[in-house]
């Protein structure tokens, strides 16, 4: 029998095999960042331990970081403390540090495939559940627990038990206005938050093949959000092209030798999934989330559904709708905002700013609307300016802030208000992620800066 994409990535970094129990798994590439290794580097002097493989080992501060005036002293002695021991831990165990103000800084999963560190066919962890991004290159990426980052730390190896294997096709050209992340969306709606719980995901069809590698990641990282242990797409032409010539990704004769272990990364014909999952391309429409979990999503034309009240599973459904202010059967065309959000690991890249831009260009920002443009890097800010696309959101009425994860989980300054309303391009909408109390509505950037420049949740290809 064939292997899928999955086995193949899989099987090849198995170190031992435990009868009944799990794989030890080589990792190649281990991410870091000031919230969950601090505890980690913590175990590792208590038992005398030394970094196994620094030069696998890349650290970047994002979490805890301000996006305006990072120049300055962090004030928030937690956040400052967390830094400031990250810097340490990194100095002393010989690993790469990016700090606030370092031209790689950056949000984690922004500069991994940025840098070249994400390659095809590489096992890559780190200790945030997003790590899933960068499957978008072939590899097997996932989310770990600060033990498992000091035993990564340690040892530059896992234990996990093989999860899985799921596929979803996508086939056919996608309608006008829909994006990677409407993609994402329209998937967890129909297979729910916990649809892949226990799964792998392969992305297949020319859904995903016709994107680009940014937008190949915007998919992959919303894989958790369906309960996936992790997705991934097999990498092509277009995913050799991106990595070539990247500050970390091979060169010369490692080059030619990478490409032929790369090419061969893709499921065989004959392979078996576990479960398979089938739709089509002109089913998806621009999408909105409504409720308090990424799966309460519909097309943005679409009422708010009823469900059966006297079924008891349908409470949690009812106090999410109390929780948003919202009601059963109503339209979300024309509902109120007071916050935009674009950024993070799932919508902080180029390639969204510039569709952000697209709609706001020659407009102007609502007056009733605060909005947080946060680039996922220094790079991607310094590709904002350079395109002109800043000069085109401050003549919009809106600010670029500094790179940092930012309103994405509200570790930091940038808290949304309670009450308030946010279309956020971030991943998760759970009671208080933005903020306590913050109402957040998950959609793509074209979404966003259409509400942007309305103050209301508004169909995005009316300004296409």
Known sequence: MGKTLFDKVWDSHVVERISQGPDVLFIDRHMIHEVTSPVAFIGL??????????????????????????????????????????????????????????????????IGPEQGITLPGATIVCGDSHTSTHGAFGAIAFGIGTSEVEMVLATQCIMQVKPKKMRININGELNKGVTPKDIALFIISKISTSGATGYFVE??????????????????????????????????????????????????????????????????KDAKFDKEFSFNSNEIEPMITYGTNPGMGLSILQKIPSKDPEKSENISYKKSLNYMGYKEGEFMLGKKIDYVFLGSCTNGRIEDFRAFSSIVKGRKKSNRVTAWLVPGSHNVMNAIKEEGILDILENSGFELREPGCSACLAMNDDKIPKGKYVVST???????????????????????????????????RKYL
């Open 426 to 460: 971030s991943n998760r909408n759970f009671e208080g992620r933005q903020g306590p109390g913050a109402r957040t509505i998950l959609a793509s950037p074209l979404v966003a800066a259409a509400a942007a420049i309305t103050g209301e949740i508004t169909d995005p």
């Open 45 to 110: 002097k208590n038992r005398g331990l030394k970094v196994m493989s620094p030069e696998r080992t890349f650290a970047t501060a994002d979490h805890n970081t301000p996006t305006k005036n990072q120049h300055l002293p962090v004030k928030d002695p937690l956040s400052a403390n967390q830094l400031k021991t990250l810097e340490r831990n990194a100095k002393e165990y010989g690993i790469s540090y990016w700090g606030l103000g370092h031209k790689n800084n950056g949000i984690v999963h922004v």
């Open 203 to 268: 992305y297949s069809g020319s859904a995903f093949s016709d994107l680009s590698m940014e937008g190949r990641m915007t998919v992959c990282n919303l894989s958790i959000e369906m309960g996936a242990r992790g997705g991934m797409i097999a990498p092509d032409a277009k995913t050799f092209e991106y990595v070539k010539g990247r500050e970390f990704s091979p060169k010369g004769n490692d080059w030619e030798k990478a490409m032929k272990f790369w090419k061969t990364l893709s499921s065989d």
